[in-house]
């Protein structure tokens, strides 16, 4: 079992910029696949981006160019770098890890609690 820990959420500006952790325990990030997706209020859990065990990124069209996604091995943490925020990506951000299908399904084994990002005009 891994557990999850999100961080770093909060109010910021369009146009500005916010960094999401993800804090994991009980097995070393090294070896895993993990994603971020997002929920905002009425609406499903959308994919946003996952990072391969061998690093190789994935990222939807809406965050393309916009997004980064990285991993700290020796913190065991997963980061989501976003910049140039919009409106429509206020949600609540979770990080998941170990798939139960496609990776940009949201069928995933562990998850976090979630942090807030709202952005404002």
């Known amino acids: 079992q891994v557990q999850l820990v999100e961080s770093g959420g909060g109010t910021v500006q369009a146009g500005g910029s916010l960094r999401l952790s993800c804090a994991a325990s009980?097995?070393?990030?090294?070896?895993?696949?993990m994603a971020w997706f997002r929920q905002a209020p009425g609406k499903e859990r959308d994919f946003v981006a996952s990072?391969?065990?061998?690093?190789?990124?994935d990222y939807a069209d809406s965050v393309k160019g916009r997004f980064t996604i990285s991993k700290d091995n020796a913190k065991n943490t997963l980061y989501l770098q976003m910049t140039n925020l919009k409106l429509e990506d206020t949600a609540v951000y979770f990080c998941?890890?170990?798939?139960?299908?496609?990776?940009?399904?949201?069928?995933?084994?562990?998850w976090g609690q979630g942090t807030q990002v709202t952005v404002s005009s």
């Open positions: 998941a890890t170990t798939a139960l299908g496609a990776l940009r399904s949201p069928v995933y084994a562990n």
């Open positions: 009980g097995h070393p990030v090294s070896t895993l696949t």
């Open positions: 990072l391969r065990w061998n690093g190789n990124p």
